[in-house]
């Protein structure tokens, strides 16, 4: 059985090592250092957030795949812990709340609603709207991102050669469409997805209710005009990794939540 400070150092090391590697980020001596096992351990219980208690677990611990989690293939795509997983949410084990639901893309940092980001769209939607993240595992209720295998999969998207990235568009579309035909009372979906692989696959899916597109082409026009060229200089790259940040995304984001209109 895997214990609880084996976890904490699997999570505190990859985050202290990626830190190492980017140490001019990270100008502190305790990440320049070599640190033993017991000070990772103690830094991840101090930083990180709780882990689930094992008798909460869906998948026991004693089932875990961790090393079969990490990788950008085929293997980690249509990993079957993902597939348990769904069969569990579709078994009448989840329940939506609202007639709306927001889709967001995943983060390096999980539990997701630890990524200020995410927390910011979950915070001015939960009251109104089921919020899920959308991700290799394909959709994850942001109630559940604390879960195996959702906190636990490692996907380097550098690693993805152009065949995965089409298999990762065609699997993630199927299972959006799995969700949205059985979780059929809603009315509206709303993307707050950037352009990418996981923007096509919910634009590609055939699901019944309202989509509605944050960055779709017209407010991807506006938001250029305000923002690429007067604040970004027209760096494209800068201004895509900036999106969510904008002011007017997020005012387009609750009025889109905010309006009554549906199909």
């Not at 959709?139 to 998207?157: A, K, Q, V």
């Not at 990418?196 to 938001?223: C, R, V, W």
């Not at 995304?249 to 905010?258: D, M, S, W």
Request: glycine share 2%; hydrophobic share 35%.
């Amino acid at each position: 059985m895997i214990s609880d400070d084996d976890l904490i150092f699997r999570l505190a090391n990859n985050i202290i090592s990626h830190r190492k590697r980017n140490i001019a980020m990270f100008k502190s001596e305790f990440y320049a250092r070599d640190l033993s096992r017991e000070e990772i351990i103690e830094w991840g219980k101090k930083k990180l957030a709780p882990l689930l208690p094992q008798a909460e677990e869906i998948i026991s611990r004693d089932q875990w795949d961790l090393s079969g989690l990490k990788g950008a293939t085929d293997k980690q795509l249509l990993h079957p812990h993902y597939v348990t997983m769904q069969k569990y949410f579709l078994n009448g084990n989840y329940q939506p709340k609202h007639n709306i639901a927001v889709l967001m893309l995943c983060a390096n940092k999980k539990p997701y609603r630890d990524n200020f980001l995410i927390k910011r769209f979950y915070m001015l939607s939960k009251n109104t709207a089921d919020f899920y993240i959308l991700s290799n595992p394909g959709i994850i209720p942001i109630e559940y991102d604390n879960y195996y295998p959702f906190r636990w999969y490692e996907w380097n998207e550098k690693e993805e050669i152009p065949e995965i990235k089409q298999l990762y568009t065609e699997e993630l579309r199927k299972r959006i469409e799995i969700w949205f035909n059985h979780f059929n009372n809603y009315k509206k979906i709303i993307s707050i997805i950037r352009p990418g692989e996981t923007h096509t696959a919910y634009l590609q899916s055939n699901i019944p209710q309202q989509k509605e597109d944050i960055f779709s082409e017209n407010n991807m026009e506006l938001l250029e005009q305000e923002y690429l060229i007067p604040i970004f200089r027209n760096n494209r790259g800068l201004f895509k990794t900036r999106l969510l940040n904008l002011k007017r995304v997020k005012e387009i984001f609750i009025k889109t939540l905010q309006s009554k209109e549906t199909i």
